[in-house]
């Protein structure tokens, strides 16, 4: 069976930074290329940030470039997504799956998806 959890969320102030994690059970993430996305209410969900498979090249959409940072860990199963310099526009709920999006292409021959965690920027 497999599923996605993901995990690090909280409240932070403007500024700060939180590191979220990405575990998986049923399957390993070597191989697998993994996005981060998130959901802010009353939004469309939008594709934060890729890793892709194999190489490990990465991908950020413009609105977190130079300030998250996606990296994926094969010994513990996880892929990590470190948020710095957070805005209280980032406020969302944020989770992962074996899906990337890139712009408005929604890319991944497999779809899980894991339940989010929220993470509230407060000005």
């Known amino acids: 069976d497999v599923q996605l959890q993901a995990s690090g969320g909280g409240s932070v102030q403007a500024g700060g930074s939180l590191r979220l994690s990405c575990a998986a059970s049923?399957?390993?993430?070597?191989?697998?290329?993994i996005g981060w996305f998130r959901q802010a209410p009353g939004k469309a969900r939008e594709g934060v940030s890729c890793i892709s498979a194999g190489d490990d090249m990465t991908y950020y959409a413009e609105s977190v470039k130079g300030r998250f940072t996606i990296s994926r860990d094969i010994t513990e199963n996880k892929v990590y997504l470190q948020m710095n310099s957070l805005r209280p526009e980032d406020t969302a709920v944020y989770s992962c799956s074996t899906k990337c999006q890139f712009g408005s292409v929604l890319t991944g021959p497999y779809d899980y998806w894991g339940q989010g965690t929220l993470v509230t920027v407060s000005s």
């Open positions: 049923g399957f390993t993430f070597d191989g697998y290329a």
